[in-house]
């Protein structure tokens, strides 16, 4: 069976000496090799205010923490998404107001996200699902109209782009996650890119106790209370050798998804997801709105290939008290996509294989 999802660990002769190296060299904590990654990671994304951290959690949380949202706030965001999204927001004790998605994207309409900004919006949370890239000309617009900070969820979305630029250069906060399932993993891991040098120093601070790295442990003096949120120098190794394998992991993803864009395309009984104006994205899923989906997920399951949705929409968990809340084209767009495989692990053979399967119906 093709599966949706297999993590990339790159090959034994290469990831293994330096696991070894570091693993038995005395310093295992976050350190050289966590800043190299952050460094390295920074180069690539083209962004120098990049803080790892132990997972996209973390990011989304600090991201949180830096605006300053707290009981009594609203933040926007969208139902479609994995649960840390929101968990995040319910956790600094701010209200999760879910805005409707864009029928033909899933991904949050601006036009929703406006409707729903009340005097307490303290924050706009956008996620690009599945790697494809929100509509941030319209929301930075609405944005900066109303002076309200947008948080980019990019846990799925390492390496999709924005104006011909990386995601991770656009907004005050960006996150991305590391962990098992995604483009690039660290087994688990996180990183939070940010815009700003204040913002950077009191990230650092906040994902270890408050310390300051920089100043001796004695004479240390914690300001404000933070969290033990920072990468160590093992995941980060994973990770400083997961970037030399770029080719064979996350462009690869990128590489399948422009092919099946190409041949998906014009097939009776799917419709394509319109990608928003200047962004490309990075395929973690392929995606897209599927006629009679229950006999497509069998169909292609007796051809040997894993189709299906993800993530139960947020709005169903009581903890976010939404379950009144109208999604109107949440509700289309939930019984009308599906995720196909898309990742590393197909060769030609498979990739073939999915687009025949797929063109002989269902
Ligand atoms: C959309 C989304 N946001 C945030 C996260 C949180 O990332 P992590 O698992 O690294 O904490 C995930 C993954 O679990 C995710 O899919």
């Known amino acids: 069976m093709i599966p949706l999802i297999k993590p990339f660990i790159p090959k034994q002769e290469d990831l293994m000496p ?5 693993l038995y060299s005395g310093y295992i904590a976050e350190g050289d090799a966590t800043y190299k990654f952050e460094e ?18 973390a990011a989304l949380h600090i991201a949180l923490l830096l605006i300053g949202i707290e009981k009594g ?5 969208t139902a479609l998404t994995a649960e840390p999204t929101n968990t995040t927001i319910a ?4 209200k999760v107001v879910f805005a409707d998605v864009d029928v033909n994207t899933g991904l949050l309409s601006p036009e929703s996200i406006e409707a729903n900004i009340t005097e307490k919006t303290k924050a706009i949370m956008v996620v690009h699902y599945a790697g494809m890239v929100c509509d941030m000309d319209k929301i930075n617009q609405i944005a900066q109209k109303h002076n309200i900070p947008v948080i980019e969820d990019a846990a799925h979305a390492f390496l999709a782009k924005y104006n011909g630029k990386y995601v991770g250069n656009n907004s005050k906060y960006t996150c991305f996650s590391f962990q098992a399932i995604k483009h690039l993993t660290t087994i688990d891991g996180g990183l939070l890119c940010l815009n700003n040098e204040a913002d950077y120093l009191r990230a650092k601070k906040l994902r270890w106790f408050g310390l300051d790295k920089k100043v001796a442990r004695l004479d240390n003096n914690i300001t404000e209370a933070g969290y033990k ?27 399948n998804g422009i092919y099946f864009d190409k041949h998906f395309s014009g097939v009776s009984g799917i419709t394509m997801i319109p990608y ?3 962004t490309e994205p990075s395929y973690w899923l ?10 497509f997920i069998k169909m292609m399951e007796a051809n040997g290939i894993t189709a299906s949705p993800l993530h139960l929409r947020n709005d169903r968990h009581a903890v976010f008290n939404a379950l009144n809340k109208q999604l109107p084209n949440l509700d289309k767009f939930y019984t009308e996509f599906v995720h196909t495989p898309c990742g590393w692990w197909l060769n030609e053979y498979d990739k073939e294989k999915i687009v025949n399967a797929v063109k002989k119906g269902w």
């Open 18 to 22: 330096r696991l070894s190296e570091i």
């Open 40 to 57: 390295e990671l920074g180069k690539l994304i083209g962004n120098p205010y990049c803080i790892s951290l132990n997972s996209g959690t």
């Open 73 to 77: 706030d609203e933040v926007i965001s």
């Open 91 to 94: 956790l600094t004790g701010a």
């Open 229 to 255: 949120y920072h990468m160590n120098n093992v995941n980060a190794t994973v990770g400083l050798v997961q970037l030399e394998n770029l080719n064979l992991n996350v462009f690869k993803y990128i590489e």
């Open 276 to 278: 928003s104006a200047n």
């Open 286 to 295: 392929y995606t897209f709105k599927v006629e009679k989906r229950e006999a």
